[in-house]
């Protein structure tokens, strides 16, 4: 599973967490990359926006948000259509995949993940 995020001046390193992200390992990717890098992507006052997705919403992540003065975009259940990062990621795998092409293993795909996303500017 991969971690990203984007804003008015940039965009976060993507972040690959191997396994299945829970609460906790979510916690710990915010942490590690959202808090450090929102200020360098972003005005002081941003709004976090994610899907609603139950890791998403879980006890554990709100109370973390309210522990770090994260504040969230009240956001619409079933509503991948309108949701920036659906978006996004659905250019960067157009150019992962572009002309059919396959990974043999998951360090090739991440790493033509990389790849991509160098070829997009810092803003979108």
Request: aromatic share 10%; net charge positive; glycine share 4%.
């Given at each position: 599973m991969g971690w990203g995020g984007f804003a008015t001046e940039g965009t976060t390193?993507?972040?690959f967490?191997?396994?299945r992200m829970n609460s906790d390992s979510y916690v710990?990717?915010?942490?590690?990359?959202?808090?450090?890098?929102?200020p360098?992507?972003?005005s002081a006052d941003y709004l976090f926006q994610q899907d609603n997705?139950?890791?998403?919403?879980?006890q554990t992540l709100k109370s973390w948000?309210?522990?770090?003065?994260?504040?969230?975009?009240?956001?619409?259940?079933?509503?991948p259509d309108l949701n920036p990062m659906e978006n996004l990621c659905c250019i960067l795998a157009h150019e992962v995949y572009k002309n059919g092409?396959?990974?043999?293993?998951k360090?090739?795909?991440?790493?033509?993940?990389?790849?991509?996303?160098?070829?997009?500017?810092?803003?979108?």
């Open positions: 390193p993507i972040v967490v191997q396994g710990d990717v915010l942490a590690d990359n959202l808090l450090p890098e929102a360098l992507i972003t997705a139950s890791l998403h919403v879980s948000f309210r522990a770090n003065f994260v504040k969230l975009i009240d956001w619409p259940d079933k509503s092409t396959r990974y043999q293993n360090q090739e795909l991440m790493s033509a993940i990389g790849k991509a996303r160098k070829k997009f500017p810092g803003t979108f």
